[in-house]
């Protein structure tokens, strides 16, 4: 009996892990059309080729990764292409050594978050 609550607890956990990493992907890449003509113009300026079509295939990784792992789709192929998408966004977005006093702060915080959402996502990877 505790054994099935455990159970069914963890696996509750789990589903709500789920949403919860991958929901935030899926809403910033709904969000960043949005933002997408601040977006281009940021990624053309860190001297990414072709800017525009660099967003729209970083959105579309968002959404349909982030919503592959909520539904718990192909969990690990979910989840490698959301860290490739944070290897390639983070130094991008969060260039802290580019900046100083508050906005350093703030992107150092930014990178750290992503590093950390980085071990969340390599936890959804089946090792078998």
């Known amino acids: 009996m505790a054994t099935d ?5 963890a696996e509750s956990a789990a589903i709500a892990g789920r949403l919860l990493l991958g929901g935030a992907f899926a809403f910033a890449g ?48 979910a989840a490698l292409m959301l860290l490739a998408f944070l290897i390639a966004a983070t130094p991008m977005f969060n260039n802290f050594w580019d900046h100083q006093g508050l906005d350093r702060a703030n992107r150092i915080n930014g990178f750290v978050a992503n590093i950390a959402i980085a071990g969340g996502l390599l936890g959804l990877i089946d090792p078998g």
Do not use: D, F, H
């Not at 609550?5 to 607890?9: F, K, P, S, V």
């Not at 970083?58 to 982030?66: D, H, K, M, V």
């Open 30 to 77: 709904l969000r960043n059309i949005i933002n997408r003509t601040l977006l281009t113009n940021l990624i053309g300026a860190r001297g990414m080729p072709l800017p525009a079509v660099t967003l729209w295939l970083g959105i579309t990784l968002q959404i349909i990764a982030g919503t592959m792992i909520v539904c718990g789709i192909q969990l690990s192929l």
């Open 5 to 9: 609550i455990l159970l069914a607890g």
